[in-house]
C-alpha cells in the first residue's frame, strides 16, 4: 500500500500556487497593456492628428473597403452628411471600433492615425443613433473604411435633404409648396369670379411668402447647402 508524502504534496501544491501566481500576473500584465493600447487609440481619435497617409500592406487591404474622396464626397452631398476629422465627433466610439483599429495597426504592422468619420451633422454636437462610419487616409485621396456602427439612416432621408442640395432643387419645392398651398385657397375669397388670372396672382404671392420662410429659416439657423458643409468643422458654414 503506497504511503502520502506529506512534504511532497505540500511542495506539489506550493508550485502550482506559483504557477497560478505567475499566470495571474502574466493576464494582469496583458490586460495592463491592452488598457494602454486602447488609451493610446482614444487619444489619436480624439486629438485628430492630421495625416494623409498610413503604411498599409497593400495585399492586405480589402478592396470593397477602400473609398477615393470624390465617392465620399457624392455621398455626403445626396444624404447631407458631414466628413471631418475624428476630433470633432462628439458620440461615443464603441469598443469595437478601437477593437478594428488595433487588429489592422497588428496586421499592418504600423500605427493608425488621421482618422476621419462620416456622420450627420448633429452627431458632430450631440450623440445620436444614426449611423458613423470611421475611415483610415491611405494616401493620393483615398481612404480605407475601418467600421461603422449604430443603426441605419433613415430610408427617406436621401429624398427629405434633396431640397438642400442645391439652389435649384430648393426652387423647385418652394414652387411645388407654393402650388399646393395656392389650391388650399377658397374660391372666390378674394373675388366672386374663379378666373385663371386670380389663382396665379395669389401663387405668385403664396410663392414669396413661402420663399420669405425659407430664407428667414436659413439665414436664422445658419443653413447653407449640401455641397458646402459637407467637410466643413463650422456649425453655420
Known amino acids: 500500500m503506497f504511503k502520502t508524502n506529506i512534504e511532497l ?12 501566481s505567475r499566470i495571474l500576473e502574466e493576464v494582469a500584465h496583458i490586460l495592463k497593456q491592452t488598457e494602454l493600447q486602447d488609451d493610446e487609440i482614444k487619444e489619436k481619435l480624439s486629438s485628430g492628428k492630421n495625416s494623409n497617409f498610413n503604411e498599409f500592406e497593400f495585399d492586405l487591404l480589402e478592396t470593397d473597403k477602400i473609398y477615393h474622396i470624390e465617392t465620399i464626397k457624392n455621398i455626403c452631398i445626396d444624404y447631407r452628411l458631414r466628413f471631418l476629422d475624428s476630433k470633432y465627433f462628439k458620440g461615443i466610439i464603441p469598443q469595437s471600433a478601437i ?3 488595433k487588429s489592422l495597426e497588428k496586421q499592418h504592422n504600423t500605427e493608425l492615425e488621421g482618422f476621419k468619420i462620416m456622420a450627420p451633422s448633429k452627431l458632430f454636437k450631440l450623440a445620436d443613433k444614426d449611423d458613423p462610419l470611421l475611415f483610415a487616409p491611405i494616401g493620393n485621396g483615398y481612404y480605407y473604411l475601418i467600421h461603422k456602427w449604430g443603426n441605419d439612416l433613415h430610408p427617406l432621408r436621401k429624398l427629405l435633404v434633396w431640397p438642400f442640395k442645391n439652389i435649384v432643387n430648393l426652387t423647385l419645392v418652394t414652387l411645388v409648396i407654393s402650388y399646393f398651398a395656392t389650391l388650399l385657397v377658397p374660391h372666390g375669397l378674394f373675388s366672386k369670379s374663379n378666373s385663371s388670372a386670380e389663382f396665379w396672382i395669389i401663387y405668385f404671392f403664396m410663392f414669396k411668402s413661402v420663399a420669405a420662410v425659407v430664407l428667414f429659416y436659413g439665414f436664422a439657423m445658419g443653413k447653407n447647402f449640401n455641397p458646402a458643409i459637407w467637410n466643413s468643422k463650422y456649425f453655420n458654414a
Open 9 to 20: 504534496q505540500l511542495k506539489k501544491l506550493r508550485e502550482n500556487q506559483l504557477n497560478e
Open 99 to 101: 477593437s478594428k483599429i
